[in-house]
Nanobody
Framework: QVQLVESGGGLVQAGGSLRLSCAASGRTFSNYAMGWFRQAPGKEREFVAAVTWLGGSTYDADSVKGRFTISRDNTKNTVYLRMNSLKPEDTAVYYC???????????????????WGQGTQVTVSS
């Protein structure tokens, strides 16, 4: 089992920045690829970004390219999501998720991640 706890959400004005953190415990963190997803009210959960187990590769949704950056620190068992130039449409609950790096399945599909945090709310005001 992997336990994930997100933090860093909050209320910010459009154009502002936030950094989300996700602390992992329970298994060897570096064996897992990590992803960030978000879900707005009435919408399906959508992919935001992912990073491979050693941080060598990252993947971003088109909607956040150039604004959001995913990174990880395996010495701290933590993955981050730096969010710049925030827009009202970024408002959602943000979740981090983990999947075994050696496992199959796209990074972009929520169902491929067996472990999830409880989520942190991000609200961007206009």
């Amino acid at each position: 089992q992997v336990q994930l706890v997100e933090s860093g959400g909050g209320l910010v004005q459009a154009g502002g920045s936030l950094r989300l953190s996700c602390a992992a415990s329970g298994r060897t963190f570096s064996n897992y690829a990590m992803g960030w997803f978000r879900q707005a009210p009435g919408k399906e959960r959508e992919f935001v970004a992912a990073v491979t187990w050693l941080g060598g590769s990252t993947y971003d949704a088109d909607s956040v390219k150039g604004r959001f950056t995913i990174s990880r620190d395996n010495t701290k068992n933590t993955v981050y999501l730096r969010m710049n130039s925030l827009k009202p449409e970024d408002t959602a609950v943000y979740y981090c998720a983990a999947k075994i790096q050696s496992g199959s399945g796209s990074y972009y599909i929520p169902g491929n991640y067996p472990y999830w945090g409880q989520g942190t709310q991000v609200t961007v005001s206009s």
